[in-house]
T-cell receptor, first 113, second 109 residues
Framework: EPEVTQTPSHQVTQMGQEVILRCVPI?????FYWYRQILGQKVEFLVS????????KSEIFDDQFSVERPDGSNFTLKIRSTKLEDSAMYFC???????????FGSGTQLSVL | RKEVEQDPGPFNVPEGATVAFNCTYS??????FFWYRQDCRKEPKLLMS???SGNEDGRFTAQLNRASQYISLLIRDSKLSDSATYLC??????????FGQGTELSVKP
């Protein structure tokens, strides 16, 4: 089965630093998403991306967050100035169409110290 | 009211038991429903979609009651390998998935 690839699997950073989480969605997919899961809590939607622009974002996705698809294969999530509460598992996901199965990557565990 | 609400759990059951998970959702306009499984610190994995007519996949049966905005998952003859967190998921606008808190299942020998 095709896979969504995320790197790194773990990222440790100091509060206030910028981080970029990277994802390679499945090659023929058109819809891209970021979700996060704080330890012990539910999986939360952050942002969806289609046709090179954000189609929807949650309240969590404030000005500190941005997404980019710089080269047609990578899909990145940038957090400009990390806070302690940004510590979570971040999952990238992609799908070919909105009524098709959503494929998740294995996640990046972000720890902000 | 939470968008997707599940039994709090955890459920601790012996091997071979039948276990049922319940879920309610708040948006009556929702059209697509799923059960996902999540193992500890791993990504959610699709277990099955849920259809109005109910659907079965081996030991797993999912039911949807639109009038009550209620979704269920039944696992028969539970195995040790069924131990995981089960996530009730509703599709929102634009294809985003809205997850419930999850119910942890532990199957003991």
């Amino acid at each position: 089965e095709p896979e969504v690839t995320q790197t790194p699997s773990h990222q440790v950073t100091q509060m206030g630093q910028e981080v970029i989480l990277r994802c390679v969605p499945i090659s023929n997919h058109l819809y891209f998403y970021w979700y996060r899961q704080i330890l012990g809590q539910k999986v939360e939607f952050l942002v969806s991306f289609y046709n090179n622009e954000i189609s929807e974002k949650s309240e969590i996705f404030d000005d500190q967050f941005s997404v980019e698809r710089p080269d047609g294969s990578n899909f990145t999530l940038k957090i400009r100035s990390t806070k302690l509460e940004d510590s979570a598992m971040y999952f990238c996901a992609s799908r070919q169409a909105t009524n098709e199965k959503l494929f998740f990557g294995s996640g990046t565990q972000l720890s902000v110290l | 009211r939470k968008e997707v609400e599940q039994d709090p759990g955890p459920f601790n059951v012996p091997e071979g038991a039948t276990v049922a998970f319940n879920c309610t959702y708040s948006n009556s306009a929702s059209q697509s429903f799923f059960w996902y499984r999540q193992d500890c610190r791993k990504e959610p994995k699709l277990l099955m979609s849920v259809y109005s007519s109910g659907n079965e996949d081996g030991r797993f049966t999912a039911q949807l009651n639109r009038a009550s905005q209620y979704i269920s998952l039944l696992i028969r003859d539970s195995k040790l390998s069924d131990s995981a967190t089960y996530l009730c998921v509703v599709m929102g606008q634009g294809g985003k998935l809205i997850f419930g808190q999850g119910t942890e299942l532990s199957v003991k020998p």
